[in-house]
């Protein structure tokens, strides 16, 4: 039997995205002054079975479709927890990070060659305090948790991409980086939190694979989530380790969840009701994502 975690031809499903998305994305108006500031997302990224789920690619590339092709895009990863603040290699064609194992090797062949980003490099620079350190790697490439999902939005690589560490699990501290990174969004630069809205990978169960079974861990925190995101509860959000149903099960690590404060604090008004863009689930994960409204 095929399924996403054993697909006929590995990454097949994406190959029959790309006939009818690559016209579709040619086609994508770009970014303008007149249509201010970009929304800041919060996008929960899969890993290589997204390319074997087709109606989760069509989701992410409508959604960025629904938007005007930025003029660059900065993302944050649940997979790069660093500090200082470190910035991914910005020049054009720079080998991505394949952290992963245990895939068919198709998926470690895969390629997403984008344009140097050598000056969203600078920009990002100019925009931390002269107090903050800011790291620039030669080489790192972008990680799964920035590459996959963006093949899917914008397959055509023509958009600048840079990646930023997250420095911190602070939610503070987050929020206050997102704020640094809000006047980004003005110059047509969308600004992604990347992770995954539940991420209990311990836990999961033949069940989850087979059947696609949410566990009451993962729907009680989802719930929670979008309750909290649709009042613009900062501090409830803030709080999840504590005031979360589902936890320490939805997220034994703060790695996928924590991106979103980098996304709200980006917002104008970060405590403004956000817009779900996908929810659901894959394999019992919550899929939420959302744009900032404001």
């Given at each position: 039997?095929?399924?996403?975690?054993?697909p006929?031809?590995?990454?097949?499903?994406?190959?029959?995205?790309?006939?009818?998305?690559?016209?579709?994305?040619?086609?994508?108006?770009?970014?303008?002054?007149?249509?201010?500031?970009?929304?800041?997302?919060?996008?929960?990224?899969?890993?290589?079975?997204?390319?074997?789920?087709?109606?989760?690619?069509?989701?992410?590339?409508?959604?960025?479709?629904?938007?005007?092709?930025?003029r660059?895009?900065?993302?944050?990863?649940?997979?790069?927890?660093?500090?200082?603040?470190?910035?991914?290699?910005?020049?054009?064609?720079?080998?991505?990070?394949?952290?992963?194992?245990?895939?068919?090797?198709?998926?470690?062949?895969?390629?997403?060659?984008t344009?140097?980003?050598?000056?969203?490099?600078?920009?990002?620079?100019?925009?931390?305090?002269?107090?903050?350190?800011?790291?620039?790697?030669?080489?790192?490439?972008?990680?799964?948790?920035?590459?996959?999902?963006?093949?899917?939005?914008?397959?055509?690589?023509?958009?600048?991409?840079?990646?930023?560490?997250?420095?911190t699990?602070?939610?503070?501290?987050?929020?206050?980086?997102?704020?640094?990174?809000?006047?980004?969004?003005?110059?047509?630069?969308?600004?992604?939190?990347?992770?995954?809205?539940?991420?209990g990978?311990?836990?999961?169960?033949r069940?989850?694979?087979?059947?696609?079974?949410?566990?009451?861990?993962?729907?009680?925190?989802?719930?929670?989530?979008?309750?909290?995101?649709?009042?613009?509860?900062?501090?409830?959000?803030?709080?999840?380790?504590?005031?979360?149903?589902?936890?320490?099960?939805?997220?034994?690590?703060?790695?996928?969840?924590?991106?979103?404060?980098?996304?709200?604090?980006?917002?104008?008004?970060?405590?403004?009701?956000?817009?779900?863009?996908?929810?659901?689930?894959?394999?019992?994960?919550s899929?939420?994502?959302?744009?900032?409204?404001?």
């Open positions: 039997m095929t399924s996403i975690l054993n006929a031809v590995p990454a097949g499903a994406y190959d029959r995205f790309l006939t009818e998305a690559l016209p579709r994305a040619r086609a994508q108006r770009e970014w303008a002054p007149a249509d201010g500031p970009l929304p800041a997302l919060y996008l929960s990224h899969g890993a290589p079975p997204l390319f074997d789920d087709g109606p989760w690619i069509r989701q992410l590339f409508d959604w960025a479709q629904s938007l005007p092709k930025p660059s895009i900065l993302i944050i990863s649940a997979h790069w927890e660093s500090a200082p603040l470190s910035l991914s290699a910005s020049a054009a064609h720079t080998p991505l990070v394949y952290d992963f194992g245990g895939f068919h090797p198709r998926y470690y062949t895969l390629r997403y060659d344009p140097d980003a050598g000056s969203l490099a600078k920009r990002v620079a100019g925009a931390m305090p002269a107090g903050e350190p800011l790291h620039q790697h030669p080489s790192r490439g972008l990680d799964h948790g920035a590459w996959v999902p963006l093949m899917a939005m914008y397959p055509l690589a023509d958009v600048p991409v840079l990646q930023l560490s997250m420095p699990q602070n939610p503070a501290r987050l929020l206050q980086l997102g704020a640094r990174l809000r006047p980004l969004r003005e110059e047509g630069v969308l600004v992604i939190g990347s992770g995954f809205m539940t991420h990978l311990p836990f999961v169960t069940e989850m694979f087979t059947r696609g079974t949410v566990p009451a861990w993962s729907s009680d925190f989802d719930a929670w989530a979008a309750d909290a995101l649709a009042r613009g509860d900062l501090d409830e959000l803030a709080a999840y380790q504590t005031r979360a149903p589902g936890m320490p099960y939805a997220h034994p690590t703060a790695d996928h969840y924590i991106p979103l404060f980098i996304t709200l604090g980006a917002a104008d008004q970060p405590d403004r009701p956000v817009l779900t863009a996908i929810d659901g689930y894959m394999m019992g994960f899929k939420r994502s959302f744009q900032t409204v404001g």
